[in-house]
């Protein structure tokens, strides 16, 4: 049996992480842990019976805990009891499919714990993955990626060794616009944006997916997870979402990892880890698929993934700033307030304009998403 606490479990990630779960009869969901969402939080519930939940809002906990009356299951709320669930001493294994930069407490704590963890959170380790990665690493923790394109490179380095990595090449689908000119891309709206060609997921990452700064995000996230510098990971662009990443060995030798764009396979291979299960679903049928696609990625029209690689490059709380400006642009441009292109703006406004630190601890991390958010505020709100 395992045993595993699921942060996030009412997002696009954690429902289907749950749905691994079902397939699969020897998975305990010891808790979940989610912001609001307590309608499905109590189906989750009541279909799972965990022994803790976890509600982000105190009035939404308090209603919950009314409507669960006839069950055992323990509600708990706030940080306090988003660390509780992550630290529960049956737990193996924690999967952090909440979004945003939130996720770095819980985690940390999951860590220390000894927890191993299935990571989506992908904003956690780039914002604090010079304290994660070393953490896990002296608590003897596994960081088992979750996000395709890392779990496609952790699949390639199997029986590999890292020292022996020439390059990571990170493919990109390159979105709904990756066609579109700098005029077309003034015009986008929100419902555009929310359309992603290939992938289903959660509102926030489908529109860092149409600016490509969840690519951005993702090479931040390569870096820390396989230790290889920025001028090693190359962003390639492969509209058809078949190739989830290649890495090319120093002796030339190129391996990659394909299948059709279905989450649940990166999730199923954290939790069962170096163990392959079955997994229904289509398979691949390359005569029909006919022919994979490449290109370059446009960093001008792109603009959010150069600043990412130039944000990755400083360092420090670099990318936090680069993360906590996208967040509250992102939000910024899906309530109508600023235009599509403005995401990019802000975010290199902020990172010209907020003060660096080096080394930052987790409080420094914090404070900075905090003037990150004050400035923005000030400046356009
Ligand atoms: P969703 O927006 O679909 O889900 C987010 C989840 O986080 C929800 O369960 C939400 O709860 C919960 N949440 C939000 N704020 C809080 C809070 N303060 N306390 C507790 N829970 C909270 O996002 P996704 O599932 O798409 O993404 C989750 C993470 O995984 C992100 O970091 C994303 O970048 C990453 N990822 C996602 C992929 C995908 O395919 N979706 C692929 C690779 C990575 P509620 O709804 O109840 O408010
Ligand atoms: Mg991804």
Redesign the pocket.
Known sequence: MKYITI??????????TLDVVRSNKDIKVVAL??????K??EQQIREFKPEVV????EEKAKQLKENIQDLDTKVVSGMEG?IEISTIETVEIVV?????M??IRPTISAILAGKHIAL?????LVTAGHIIMPLAKEKNVKILP???EHSAIFQCLNGENEKEIDKILLTASGGPFRNFTREQMKHVQVEHALKHPN????????I?SSTMI?KG?EVMEAKWLFDVDFDNIEVVVQPQSVIHSMVQFVDGGIMAQLGTPD?RL?IQYALYYPERRYLGGDRIDFASLGQLTFEKPNMENFRGLQLAYEAGRKGGNAPTIFNAANEKAVELFLDRKIAYLEIPEMIEECMKQLQFRNNPSVEEILTTEQETYEFIKERWQ
């Open positions: 942060l996030g479990s009412t997002g696009s990630i954690g429902t289907q842990g989610a912001g609001s969402n307590i499905l939080l976890s509600v982000w809002d988003l952090t499919a909440i979004v945003g939130i996720g989506a959170n992908k904003e956690t979750v996000d395709s992938w289903s997921m959660g509102r926030k990452i489908t860092d969840n995000l989450m990166p």
